[in-house]
């Protein structure tokens, strides 16, 4: 074997055509015989050993590279936790804490932290919350980069309260730290109007802070999605005319245009989103695919369609979800006939797979046209599993056009896959026990109806009572935008 200088083992790990596992090995060998022991080479080694996932157990030869380097080099650690997969990372991580070999930096805990949130779960949670207990006590979170990470992991993992106090401690803040708090609170499941609100009120205070830190294009896609979910055209208006003095055209940015679309179609201004979808010099799959979702809304179905044409005519390929648009369309169109075309083109003529939620926006557009024997058909005749969200599909359509017999069936089917009850688990819900029980009380049959309200009793099953929504332009959300 020819025996290669450092320099160009490192030119040789810092190819990107590389990919031939052997190519690999053999420069790794070098390394050994050479007696090459740069923390760099090493480094680039196990990055590409990471990136480079041509064949089996690349991530723990990767982590070989490491530990057979003596003494163990934080350099190194930090390469191999940034790039190994989130949940090998904090495993990782986690292991060499315990065993206190090496003095941890920022950098460490940066990319620790930035693992737990990739990699979101109660034990990552408790990770993080122990991660923040160590750069408090070792004086780290006055470094911006630490305290807007833990931030960061904080939103992901669902807790944004704890991200919120990092946030109000921290005595500089630069606009990734705005962003990941804005975020944090836009990407919450539980309370998410709440969260909402308070991503536009943190966003008003971004606009009046001293620090002089102002908006990127990211904050600006953070806060027309908030717009758009709580329909405020108004505000999201008012962010518009914002970027519109300073940003110069936020039309010839693909994603602040294409959240511009998505705002605009779904707080109910078609016009506006076709105006900026027309301006936009670069459109990508998924601006298509939002303009496309504005038009379903607004039940334009025909030209949802047309879109899929012009798609292809610049050169850019729809995916599943531009298909699930596209289906809603026809469903709130009634095109039964177009929809039920394309998706037989789906695989054929476009080369996507269909999922189960395209199945379900079938099942949908069949029963809504009242096609309720096809749609049973057409359930029974998939490759995939019916799920409980296509039964319920069809029973829904059973009772609004009076098909008792076969709601009958249906109901009865979606009873069989509830969870089963435990004491530690009550998890049936009430809506499949209550649409089997109106199927029965359309067609007057009491004794079953009165059968069904006794299996809810018995499986401790309570409904949930219904409610409105009643949207108002308040003084509150908008003040400080005007």
């Given at each position: 074997?020819?025996?290669?200088?450092g320099h160009r083992c490192f030119a040789l790990l810092k190819l990107k055509a590389i990919t031939n596992p052997s190519h690999i090995k053999q420069i790794h060998a070098q390394l050994i015989t050479n007696a090459l022991k740069s923390p760099p080479l090493y480094a680039q080694l196990i990055q590409l050993y990471c990136t480079k996932?041509?064949?089996p157990q690349s991530t723990k030869i990767a982590r070989f590279v490491f530990t057979h380097f003596d003494p163990p080099n934080l350099f190194l650690f930090n390469t191999l936790i940034r790039c190994t997969p989130p949940q090998d990372s904090v495993l990782v991580f986690a292991n060499w804490v315990s065993k206190g070999l090496l003095t941890f930096d920022d950098f460490t805990y940066v990319?620790?932290?930035?693992?737990?949130?990739?990699f979101c779960s109660l034990s990552t949670l408790w990770l993080g919350r122990q991660i923040h207990v160590h750069v408090t006590k070792r004086g780290l979170m006055f470094n911006v980069l630490v305290a807007t990470t833990l931030i960061h992991f904080y939103g992901s993992n669902k807790d944004i309260s704890s991200g919120k106090k990092v946030f109000d401690q921290m005595p500089m803040r630069s606009s990734a730290t705005w962003n990941a708090v804005i975020n944090g609170y836009c990407s919450q499941s539980k309370k998410a109007k709440d969260c909402a609100f308070n991503a536009l009120v943190l966003f008003r205070?971004?606009?009046?802070d001293v620090s002089g830190v102002k908006p990127t294009d990211t904050t600006m896609v953070c806060?027309?999605?908030?717009?758009?979910?709580l329909g405020l055209l108004e505000f999201g208006a008012c962010v518009h005319g914002y970027m519109e003095k300073t940003f110069y055209m936020p039309e010839n940015d693909v994603f602040i245009g294409t959240a511009l679309v998505d705002m605009y179609s779904k707080c109910g201004c078609l016009d506006g989103a076709l105006l900026i979808f027309s301006r936009m010099r670069e459109k990508n799959v998924l601006t298509w695919t939002a303009m496309a979702t504005g038009m379903a809304i607004h039940g334009k179905g025909n030209q949802a369609i047309r879109l899929l044409d012009s798609m292809r005519d610049c050169g850019v390929k729809p995916n599943a979800v531009t298909f699930t648009s596209l289906f809603a369309a026809c469903c709130h169109a009634g095109l039964v006939e177009e929809g039920l075309h394309l998706f037989d083109n789906m695989k054929s003529k476009w080369g996507v797979e269909p999922h189960i939620q395209h199945y379900s926006c079938i099942v949908d557009l069949l029963g809504r046209a009242g096609h309720l024997e096809e749609a049973y058909n057409f359930i029974m005749g998939i490759p995939i599993k019916p799920d409980a969200i296509l039964w319920r599909s069809l029973l829904s359509a059973c009772n609004v056009h009076g098909d008792v017999a076969l709601g009958e069936k249906v109901g009865k089917i979606l009873l069989q896959l509830q969870p089963e009850v435990t004491f530690v688990d009550v998890a049936c819900t009430s809506e499949d026990f209550v649409a089997l029980s109106n199927i029965y009380a359309l067609a007057e049959r009491w004794p079953d109806v009165e059968s069904v309200r006794k299996q809810m009793k018995?499986?401790?099953?309570?409904?949930?009572?219904?409610?409105s929504i009643l949207q108002t332009t308040t003084h509150y959300t908008?003040?400080?935008?005007?």
């Open positions: 074997m020819l025996s290669l200088p996932k041509t064949f990319f620790a932290l930035g693992s737990c949130a990739r205070d971004m606009l009046v806060v027309l999605s908030v717009s758009s979910r018995v499986k401790r099953v309570e409904t949930e009572p219904g409610s908008l003040d400080g935008f005007r």
